[in-house]
């Protein structure tokens, strides 16, 4: 009975490690991939174009130099990729590409993919992802 039950506890260790390492190394090839994904989308025409709009829009604008002032050292994490797995963990994989359609289509406004994206975030992350964004503008 007792070696039953160490057996038991070995092999529920080592599925629970797996699992572990499926979802971490799982949500690192996820983010990968949607990082490549959009990096292919934005050409040089296309990077211009986001620019532009950023530059034309004031709540963006305050965003951005929002940022400029943020301590690095206190935020979660400082890398787009970072950003990218955090963004997939809090709200997934499926609900991002259905928010990116949506606003393909013009379904959902601006002000609802905010408050859908701050009600997942906690106020740090939110501050992170600013950085980030100020961070690959300002390259």
Known sequence: MKKFLTITVIILVLL?????AV?????????EKIIEKVESNLDDENLDEVKSYIAN???VQEIVSEAATTNPDTLPFQTKEEA???LIKKVGVTRLLDIQEQVQNGSISKD????????????????AL????YKELNK
């Open 130 to 133: 600013k950085y980030v964004l």
């Open 16 to 20: 629970g490690a797996a699992g572990y």
């Open 112 to 127: 609802e993919v905010l408050s859908e994206i701050e009600g997942k975030l906690s106020e740090d992350e939110i501050s």
């Open 57 to 59: 829009d004031p709540q």
């Open 23 to 31: 979802w971490h190394f799982g949500t690192n090839i996820a983010s």
């Open 84 to 86: 990218t797995r955090v």
